[in-house]
């Protein structure tokens, strides 16, 4: 047990609430995704914005300090204001700039999970913090329960809510026309998935979403991940693999009767770690997480 919190409390040193970041050094850079789409990065999640002839459309918002510099690089792309938010779940690194671009006019549009967990405050037991209610201003003002579709910029945008998989409130968003799809924090590119047990999440619903994904798209589909670089067809693959593996790996541990601790001194991720433990999720944690969701 004294192990796990001391990774914990590792965890918590780097992963800081957004009131104690700086933001200062931050810089926003746009990578042309398909034709009118881009992905912007930052710090926090991926951005997805969509810009054309209807109007100019955003696909998570990372952290409020960072609102002025993420319209800076919109507006290198185009002069029209942002029309529409669409959040891919609750987390702040994907919904912090919301009540920043509500009030320069823009619609916020969500799973009604999302709105429902801002709208309260919210516990990480994995990282030891509480995040506060948000104001009225940052809450989606358009919820949806299954999916919506946007008829914009000469695309049909489908904005799809999968069961519970990193959290209860995830939606996978996809450009038909253009073969572009953002997947929120279902993906992370190049790392173990966070999944948010306090959130509803589940390791199950974390593969499950990337096999639907993965049956939809083409070879050429281009996919911005929640984090880490714009990936392909063959990256959402690998890492619907490695955590398949791991899930199975630690469910068998589980079945075994052995311990919440005793999975995680098991190192059942230890093969994989080097290649895909350095980032923000660590094996020990991602352990504890695919234990505690397992049925
Ligand atoms: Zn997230």
Redesign the pocket.
Known sequence: MKVFFAVLALAVSVVPAAAQQDFSKVEIKAEKVAAGIYMLTGRG?NIGLSVGKSGTYVIDDQYAPLTDKILAAIRAITPDPVRFVVN????G??TGGNENLGKAGALLVAHENVRRRMSAEQLSATFNRSTPPSPEAALPVVTFTDAVTFHWNGDEIRVRHVPPA??DGDSIVQFVKADVVHM??LFFNGGYP?I?TSSGGRVDGVIAAAEQALAEIGERTRIIP?HGPLATRADLQAYRDVVKTLRDRIAKLKAEGKSRDATIAAKPTADHDAAWGTGFMKGDIFTGLVYDSLP
């Open positions: 999640g891919t779940h609750w987390h690194d994907h990193h959290t929120g924090d966070f948010d929640g």
